[in-house]
């Protein structure tokens, strides 16, 4: 019978990886959302040029700062919990921007503050996602889990999410959109507790150092190999 299913779905057998799937699709569906919410509502409180570039570049300088530790904390903390974490906080966060839109007092500053926390919490999100997907499932079907995703991120991010936001921007405005992207990281948020706990790569604690030291030094270690890696060979990039 498993011959029969493609091998393009053929990840969703695994009930674990359902989970894992439905938090992507909110995830991806509320980042869609507030990509073009973000926008509106800097144009609807006047904003021009520079406040819209302030508000959209807070996100990317958020993920430039908490990459590494994303990678760090994903070794040494179950990823479950991380993106549990992640996506309870964007909730909150675009949440309460949507209620100031909506109720009238949201400034262009709420909008940057906003952005940059769900850039640090993307910064967290995607080293754990990574860290997670190859517990969930045989080795053999994570290729076809990437392709899948693959599909799936430009199509909610780009299409998807910006198409819905724009519909209920025009049906009532930015405010209503911010609502439903804190609304899909709320569902994200409960797919994420069906979720199980998977075994850490690393102990929370090394011998010799506390947590904290020990999350430090392996984010100095990945900041020295990203410096001194200037680039990759075809020979080292190739699958194996």
Known sequence: MSRRVPRAVRPLRHSAYRWLFGTLVASLLGAGLLIVALVWQVVELGGGPTDLSAVTS??????????LLGGALADRIPQRRILLGVELVQAFAIGLVAL???????????????????GLAAGLYYPAYSALLPSLMPADDLLAANGLEGVLRPTLVQAAGPALASALIALSSPGLALLAASAAAGVAAVLVAGLPDTPLRRELVDTGRGPVAAVLVDVREGFDYMVRRRGCSPRCCSPR
Do not use: D, K, N, R
């Open 100 to 118: 100031l839109s909506l109720t009238g007092f949201l400034e262009i500053w709420h909008l940057a503050l906003v952005s940059l926390v769900t």
């Open 58 to 67: 807070a996100s990317a300088v958020g993920m430039l700062l908490t990459t």
